[in-house]
């Protein structure tokens, strides 16, 4: 195996991961590079999800019985976890949600059924930029769209950066929100957080970013982001799929409006009005994510016995390594920074002609796990005239003798295209 400097033990770690010792197509061993998609989950999760369901299910909150205060515990146990994670100042900031979509959709809808100061109306602009997940882009569309407000967004350079040359001119006095990415999950670009916060906090704009790929990757600080309002999902990190976190300012979740209208996010309820329960709780109607929320709380623990900052030095190598290697590969364009400097663990490519679907499914008939198309960041193969791309991603699990199979196997696909 090729050995690069600050990788973790990778061998170790694999044993953690069942799926990783699957054979595919006829004995062909597999090899998992779609991580920005979705991670694979540890024992330690899977085991912690089992015995959440055959020892303690039952719904919280609201049962005296055993089972119910245990089930609460365990949920709310959670929440403390998550928020020592991002090192919230408060773990009553945490809101679990059912993904990052929803976390974002939470916080448009918000604002727009907020009152002053921070209401989006048809006098206020709303700011994102090109190389947003659709998830990033749709709620503010549809939100500028019911309000009136004006939708603007920072275009991208070149080389697959923001381009903030004209930052006075986007980020202006009417702006009441900037939403963007902390590293694109097409471009694998990690975004220069402080220059827009401080922008935005200049004329008085909320800022919300989406940690998707980031809380999977780095050490996340929600109070060193200086941001409002950050959301991530469990699925990317080791944990289940159906969960994902909002974070947000303490005083804003008191005083924006809730979403989403139904039991446990209310204090009383009348034939004439309603009153709601404190945040988070507020923003948390019906029966929650008990079971996956409990499955993050347990890939927090795995992560945290292994060390973000181990984390991302690993990924660093692995990205330094693969950004090489796949240099060498004839008519190949990587799509983002060439560098591994600021730039996460997602690379996306073209090769030659070849469509990119093509692509993908020749290395998975050689076992290679890749994501294929515009990764819902169309705009971004809009913006460099492509209509799709191929995207490796990386995880604590990868290593070189991946993206060494990857590299094999790319040269396979242009030798079967000719």
Known sequence: MTQLPGLLDTEAIRKDFPVLDRLVHDGKKLVYLDNAATSQKPRQVLDALSEYYERYNANVHRGVHVLAEEATALYEGARDKVAEFVNAPSR????????????????????GWADEPYRVDHETEIVITEMEHHSNIVPWQLLAQRTGAKLKWFGLTDDGRLDLSNIDEIITEKTKIVSFVLVSNILGTVNPVEAIVRRAQEVGALVCIDASQAAPHMPLDVQALQA?????????MCGPTGIGVLWGRQELLEDLPPFLGGG?????????????????HKFEAGTPP?????????????LNSIGMDKILAHEHALTEYAVKRLGEVPDLRIIG??????RGAAISFTLGDIHPHDVGQV????GIAVRVG???ARPVCLRYGIPATTRASFYLYSTPT??????????HVRNFFG
């Open 92 to 111: 009553d900031e945490v809101i679990f949600t059912k993904n990052a979509s929803e976390s974002l959709n939470l916080v448009a809808n918000m604002l």
């Open 228 to 236: 409002d309002f950050v959301a991530f999902t469990g699925h990317k």
């Open 264 to 280: 446990e996010m209310i204090e009383t309820v009348s034939m004439h009005s309603s009153t709601y329960a404190p945040a988070p």
């Open 290 to 302: 008990i079971a996956q929320a409990v499955g993050l709380g347990a890939a927090i623990d795995y």
């Open 337 to 342: 920074p060439t560098t591994a400097e600021d």
């Open 363 to 366: 290395l998975d008939e050689q």
């Open 374 to 376: 515009h990764h819902c």
């Open 402 to 411: 991946e993206i060494d199979a990857l590299v094999d196997g790319l040269e």
